[in-house]
Each structure stands twice: as C-alpha cells, then as structure tokens.
C-alpha cells in the first residue's frame, strides 16, 4: 500500500507543475490536517483543479506552450530559421503583456499554417488535386468556425475578442481567396493561402479557449466615422511627394483599412476598432520620421500616462494592447536605440494610435460586438484586398 504522505505530496506535485503554487498552497494545508474527511476534501479539490474544464487554467502556460510548439515546428521546417514575431511574443509574455504576445503569435500561426500545406504537397501542379482538397478543407473550417460561439467570445477581453473576431474572419477571406489564387497563380499558391486560412482560423480558436479573470465588459463603440477620416488622411497622405518609394506600406494600410470598415459593417466592432488602429499604425510608420533622441524622456512620461488612463475596472483592453506593443521600443530608447524600429513604433503608438482610441472609445455607443448593425444594410458593393503570396 501507497503510505499516505506519498499520495499527499504526490497530488500537490502534479498541481504544482500544472497550476500556480499560490493556487494549490490551501490544498496544501488541507491534506496536512489530520483526519479522514480533511484528506478526503482535500483529494477531491485537488482532482477538481487537475480535471480540464474544472478549472481554467491561466493563460500564460497555454500561450508559452503554443510559442514553444511553433518554434518546434519551425526548426523542422526551416532548420536554422528564426521567427522575429515568435521572438517577440516569447518576450512580450516574459514581460506579462498577454494581449501584445497574442498579438504577435497570430502571424507566425498563420505563416507556419501555409508552410506545412506546401510541404506536404511539395512541387505539386495538379489543380484538379488542388480543387479537391480546397473543397474538402471548406466544410471542416466551417464547422470548426462552430466553436466560436457568442457566449464563448462575450467573455473575452475586448482585445482578445477582436483580434479573434479579426482572425476568424481573415480565416474566411482566405479560404475564398486560395481557389482564385490557385486557379490564376498555380496550384502551390492557392495552397499556401489554403494553409494561411487554416493558420488564422487555428489561432482564432486557440485565443477563444483562453481563460480570462472575470472583469467589466465595456460596450463596443463603432469607428465607422474614424475609419472614414483616417482614409481621407491616407489620400492625401499618398497625393505627397516621395510617396510612391513607401508603396508598399500604403497599400499595406489600405488593404488593412478596407479590412476595419467591413469589420465594423458586419457588426464586429471590437475588431473593427482594433483592425482600424493597426491601420493607423501602419499609415503613422510611413509618415513619422526617426525618432531623436531628445523624444525618449518625453515619450516615457507619455507613456505613464496613458498607462494610468488605461487601468481600472472598465475594459480599455484594446488600448492596453497597443500600449503594450509599444514599450519594447521604450526600451530601446532608454538605451539610445533611437534607430530602432521599435523606437518609431512606440512613438507612433503614443502620440497618434493610443489617441485615437481614447477618441472611438469615447464616441456614441454601438450595438454589442458581433450582432448585426444597420450599416450592413447600406452595403452596396464589398471589396476585399488580399496580399499577393511572399510579399
């Protein structure tokens, strides 16, 4: 027979790896008292806590063992190769900003999605294969889009809300845009967009089933008006000179932009507003010359600020993320990295994006993220931009 002690601390060991010590130190107390009851209450916690689903577990573990899958993964495919978004969302979590690691993680889901659909069907050109498989691939998507139920995303931060709204719907867009690519570009690239599909719609559900503490949830505001002006902006940012050698990042704007007004007309205002800041991101990288070094003292005590605007108990989760994007490149002024793209980043992110959020955030209220808005029933034509594969 087992002695007793050894079941004790081998319960306690087995919550210890799983769940944070702080959690499972009353369980600890519990199987020391004396007593049959005591051990007994104390086993049935402790198998309540390791069953799934009896307890959610936090988010970090899940998201460092999602970072340290997509590294294995990427070693395989690309031995050698080295992912600057998996290293960010490695050290944005290290750092305790969840929202900016989520943030980061998506891409390379995404990017190594499309690897693995290429590698296993390497120098393939048959498009009869191809529509095969593309017509195969849609009805699982569409069922595993299933689980992205609205109790599910209602309580989500807003942040990660939007960017798993976001994620869902670039799963769609690029599932539909694969058969085009492959039937014009080639089997191989309508692959590739099949994969990133796939890739989108997987981190979509991996953020969905992340457990967040309990908090307010604040109403989504639409930025329909903010989106408007901003392209406006855009025009007659390009109409300058010396705008045709940074074409790349004004489309880039522009498909991004595009994305946030068709978020924000199907009723995804959360991801509308979070898509639409990423866009002025992009716009404010293009425009914002470098940053000088006498910008640093000034931007730390920007930052500050806006940190203390952004706590509290209502959900300014979205503002917080784009707050935590940009204090690596504080980091990198602090130690006169002024050439750092970081360093423009964060820049851009203190004196125009955060800003701008402040601003939709405060504007009249919308309906509730994901139902439907009227605006949709003024769409007469919708446009969407897709990125030509490896660009």
Same mark, same amino acid.
């Given at each position: =027979? ?24 009353? !369980? ?12 007994? !209450? ?60 989520? *943030? $980061?993680?998506?891409?390379? =889901?995404?990017?190594?999605?499309? =690897? ?40 989500? &931060?807003?942040?990660?809300?939007? !960017? ?28 590739? *967009? ?19 503490? &309990? ?36 489309? $880039? ?68 993320l784009y707050w935590q994007l940009a204090q690596p490149g504080l980091a ?8 750092? *793209? ?35 029933a003024r769409q007469d034509v919708t446009v969407t931009l897709v990125r030509?594969?490896?660009?």
């Amino acid at each position: =027979m087992v002695p007793r002690y050894n079941q004790r601390d081998g319960l306690l060991a087995l919550l210890r790896r799983r769940y944070d010590p702080a959690v499972v130190a009353p !369980l600890f107390h519990l199987l020391r008292r004396p007593g049959r009851a005591a051990i007994l !209450l104390g086993l049935a916690l402790g198998l309540c806590l390791a069953v799934p689903g009896c307890r959610a577990e936090p988010p970090q573990a899940p998201i460092a063992a999602q970072i340290a899958g997509l590294e294995r993964t990427l070693a395989k495919l690309k031995p050698g190769a080295v992912s600057d978004d998996l290293r960010a969302a490695r050290q944005a979590l290290s750092a305790g900003y969840l929202y900016a690691s989520l *943030y $980061d993680l998506e891409g390379p =889901m995404a990017e190594l999605a499309a =690897m693995q659909q290429l590698g296993a069907k390497r120098g393939e050109q048959d498009l009869d294969a191809f529509e095969k498989d593309w017509q195969a691939a849609g009805p699982g998507l569409r069922r595993r889009a299933t689980g992205l139920t609205a109790a599910k995303l209602g309580a989500l &931060p807003a942040a990660v809300r939007a !960017l798993v709204e976001g994620a869902a719907a670039q799963s769609d867009v690029y599932y539909r845009a694969a058969r085009l690519y492959g039937e014009h570009a080639g089997a191989p690239s309508g692959r590739y *967009y099949l994969g990133i599909a796939q890739g989108h719609l997987d981190f979509a559900l991996f953020a969905a089933g992340l457990a967040f503490p &309990p908090g307010e949830r604040s109403a989504a505001r639409s930025p329909e008006a903010a989106i408007a002006a901003l392209d406006r902006r855009l025009v007659k940012s390009f109409d300058r000179p010396g705008a045709t050698q940074r074409q790349g990042l004004f489309n $880039d704007a522009n498909s991004v932009l595009g994305f946030a007004g068709e978020l924000t007309r199907q009723g995804k205002l959360d991801a509308g507003t979070q898509t639409y800041l990423d866009a002025a991101l992009r716009i404010g990288l293009a425009e914002t010359p470098a940053v000088a070094p006498s910008d640093a003292g000034r931007l730390a005590r920007r930052s500050r600020e806006l940190g203390e605007r952004l706590a509290g108990r209502a959900d300014r989760s979205v503002g917080l993320l784009y707050w935590q994007l940009a204090q690596p490149g504080l980091a990198a002024l602090a130690k006169g990295q002024t050439a750092a *793209y970081g360093a423009k980043q964060a820049a851009v992110i203190l004196d125009d994006v955060l800003p701008r959020y402040f601003a939709v955030s405060a504007g009249p209220a919308g309906p509730e993220s994901g139902g439907a808005v009227a605006a949709a029933a003024r769409q007469d034509v919708t446009v969407t931009l897709v990125r030509w594969p490896f660009t």
